[in-house]
């Protein structure tokens, strides 16, 4: 492929976990690219116009043609930069289909009673929240540390990494705003030692999002809920 | 299928599932034989499945010798990797690839998102949003015989394809409020007429024939699941 005359952009938002997503899978492989920041409450023309369907970011738009959907992306960019960078995905079958299982579990399985807890009120449903999460926490610990590498699928940040990602900077944040921990050490050592070497590790260090405002938007976000409940 | 190779594929299914259906329609295109087990996951989930996916617990399940792949859509892009001299269901160009990817993800989200709450809704809300799905996919379709345009039938077709078993329930289903009769049902033939065509020339071909329940036997299905969820 020639990459010679190629050019990429990404559409993004400061705080969105899945732009960064993007920002990660393109930095495994070396892209060069011009980034443009989009106000949500105030979407350009051009986002629109490159994802009518969604109208969300992150949209990447690869010599004019717009991919849309970070996990689409992610893969997209794998495909077109084979060869260049980290590999994303593994090559072996198996190997890819498990990637892409545990890429799906994030999103699905884990997320959700993460995001319960940090937006309920302290009480029994919070609670019960945590515990789900820990519960999730607890198939992706064993899955980590069966696998005995330095990252899920081996020892540079892949697929699996790329969409558990974001919570390694977020959890800590929940943490301190709610005042409850999540991911212990002695409970969860595999993840816990995951986390710090994700943050940093060559693709991801010197591209995370600002964190006092991040903070910022997570401590009002939640106040929002508590007081909406 | 006696004298065709046995490449030592099982798929760990449910009849009415759309998702096992996917796996089922793939592997015919593909001419690929394989075991075909009936999971009752109404009933007590087997020792098999629980063995063989034991984070979700859910079919399909593909054992190909030995190993387990799960999730549909992750199965069908499996089984295009192991067996490339099958017909391919993605095409080989990145962008082609992603823009397949994104309909199928599209699917899954909407039209199953939204259709799946047929079975535990009281009244299908005014559906505009399933309209809006079925306007959207419409536009995605265009002239196109197949989702898969130059390609013919493909990653796409095979996504969507066993949710069209839904449509009738959709229509059926829909809140009807007696003056507005037209508007709240979710008439698919009104909508989406393209959708219906594709629909019927998809039908038209053996995999997708043999592996599909009829309209029929999927409603009467949503109104038992209806009445275990207590809905009517």
Not at chain 2, 25 to 37: C, F, R, S
Not at chain 2, 152 to 181: C, H, M, N, Q
Request: overall charge negative; aromatic content about 12%.
């Amino acid at each position: 492929m020639d990459h010679q005359q190629e050019k990429v952009q990404l559409f993004g938002m400061w705080a969105s976990p899945y732009v960064y997503k993007v920002k990660w899978a393109l930095s495994i492989k070396g892209v060069e690219y011009e980034y443009v920041e989009e106000d949500l409450w105030n979407k350009s023309r051009q986002l629109l116009k490159h994802n009518p369907v969604h109208k969300k970011v992150p949209v990447l738009v690869y010599n004019g043609k717009p991919v849309a959907e970070s996990d689409v992306i992610v893969q997209f960019i794998d495909d077109v930069w084979k060869g260049h960078g980290g590999r994303i995905l593994p090559e072996e079958p198996h190997e890819r289909a498990m990637a892409r299982f545990w890429a799906r579990f994030v999103p699905d399985k884990l997320s959700p009673p993460i995001w319960k807890w940090f937006t309920t009120a302290g009480g029994e449903e919070q609670d019960a929240a945590h515990d789900a999460a820990m519960e999730q926490l607890r198939v992706l610990e064993e899955e980590l540390a069966h696998g005995g590498n330095e990252f899920f699928a081996g020892d540079s940040v892949g697929l699996v990494d790329l969409s558990l990602g974001a919570l390694a900077y977020v959890i800590p944040m929940y943490e301190e705003i709610i005042g409850e921990r999540l991911v212990i050490e002695e409970r969860f050592p595999s993840l816990y030692a995951w986390m710090g070497r994700f943050l940093a590790a060559p693709p991801v260090k010197d591209h995370l999002p600002p964190m006092e405002e991040l903070k910022l938007r997570f401590r009002a976000i939640r106040e929002y809920f508590v007081k909406n409940a | 299928m006696a004298g065709e190779k046995n490449v030592g594929l099982v798929l760990l299914d449910f009849w009415v599932s759309p998702f096992g259906q996917r796996c089922r329609i793939a592997l015919a295109e593909k001419g690929l034989p394989y075991e075909y087990v009936e999971e009752n996951i109404m009933a007590v989930k087997s020792d098999r499945l629980l063995r063989s996916n034991p984070v979700y617990k859910h079919i399909p399940v593909l054992l190909h010798d030995g190993r387990t792949i799960t999730e549909s859509l992750i199965i069908l892009q499996h089984l295009d990797q192991v067996f490339p001299d099958t017909r391919p269901l993605l095409p080989a160009d990145p962008y082609e690839r992603a823009h397949a990817r994104f309909w199928a993800d599209y699917v899954d989200k909407k039209v199953y998102g939204s259709g799946s709450k047929m079975y535990t809704e009281p009244q299908m809300q005014t559906n505009i949003e399933m309209v809006d799905i079925l306007k959207t996919l419409e536009r995605e379709l265009g002239e196109k015989e197949f989702f898969g345009g130059e390609h013919g039938f493909g990653f796409v077709d095979v996504a969507l394809i066993p949710f069209t078993a839904w449509f009738e329930s959709f229509d059926r289903y829909s809140f009807k409020k007696k003056s507005f009769d037209r508007y709240w049902g979710v008439k698919v033939a009104e909508v989406a007429p393209k959708l219906v065509s594709w629909a019927a020339r998809c039908q038209e071909r053996e995999s997708v024939s043999n592996s599909l329940y009829s309209p029929e036997k999927v409603y009467d299905f949503a109104g038992m699941m209806r009445k275990d969820f207590g809905i009517e």
